[in-house]
């Protein structure tokens, strides 16, 4: 009996990654694979990323790194990283097929260090959570909101303070929904160190958003409690 040949391939989240990250992966490529090369659409850089970053800059907008004796592909292209692995056909491959399926996995093991902000929020389980809280904040606001007496018992009522309450809520759920469609496909590669960008913004951004984002949800938690407690202590 001989293995068929086959391939499995896998879109990544979308990643941030500079010079040092970009070095590591080819060392990966390097300790499992004969042969390394880096290329884009129209060249194949033989000094790697150095030539690469001074024939096109820095920014690095489109490129592929392809080992091969095990094949293993990783490319990065407008709208999608992906890793593909390729095996190669009869019992005598095994050991070459073990090899790129464990670099397969040390591959995303290490990329996932460096996911961008983006695909960090929008794991399955934080996800969950702020759609929760969103759901939460939109019911207690409703449920907790006082009715005055002259109003409609059958239509929906919140006060000022509430109606505030109400519009986090929404915007939780609408956070949701923008940042995730950059949750795949969308990267940030730079041959250079995160010092060489001038820009504050550009380097720190991610850590910035993500400490206000775990404030906003911190001060979240503390409304709704006070809600809660407030509306059954009456």
């Given at each position: 009996m ?8 896998e879109?990544?989240p979308?990643l941030?990654?500079?010079r ?9 490529f390097?300790?499992?694979?004969e ?10 850089w033989?000094d790697g ?9 820095p ?5 592929q790194?392809?080992?091969?004796h095990?094949?293993?592909?990783l490319?990065f292209e407008?709208g999608a ?8 056909d009869g019992?005598?491959?095994?050991a070459e097929?073990?090899r790129?399926?464990?670099l397969?996995?040390?591959?995303k093991e ?16 934080v996800v ?12 207690i ?6 009715r005055p007496a ?6 929906i009522y919140?006060?000022?303070?509430h109606g ?7 915007g939780?759920?609408?956070?949701i929904?923008i940042v995730?469609?950059r949750r795949?496909?969308?990267y940030?590669?730079y041959?250079?160190?995160a010092?060489e960008?001038?820009?504050f913004?550009?380097?720190k951004?991610?850590?910035l958003?993500?400490?206000l984002?775990?404030t906003m949800?911190g001060?979240?938690?503390g ?7 407030q509306?059954?202590?009456?």
């Open positions: 001989i293995e068929k040949a086959r391939s499995k391939e879109n990544l979308s941030r990654v500079y040092s990250e970009l070095d590591k992966i080819m060392h990966l390097g300790e499992y694979c042969t390394v090369t880096l290329s884009d659409d129209e060249h194949i033989e990323f150095s030539e690469l970053r001074e024939k096109m800059g920014r690095l907008r489109k490129f790194i392809k080992g091969e095990p094949t293993v592909i490319t407008q990283i992906k890793l593909k692995v390729e095996y190669e019992g005598s491959a095994v097929n073990k790129a399926d464990h397969f996995l040390r591959l290490y990329l996932s260090l460096h996911l961008t902000l983006a695909a960090r929020l929008m794991s399955n389980t969950s959570i702020l759609s929760t809280l969103g759901t939460l904040l939109v019911g606001a409703i449920v907790t909101s006082p002259n109003v409609d018992p059958n239509a919140v006060d000022l303070k505030l309450i109400l519009l986090v809520g929404f939780l759920l609408a956070l929904a995730g469609t795949t496909g969308y940030f590669a041959y250079g160190d010092a960008i001038t820009s913004w550009t380097r951004k991610d850590d958003v993500l400490a984002l775990t949800i001060a979240i938690l409304v709704i409690g006070t809600l809660v407690v509306h059954f202590t009456k």
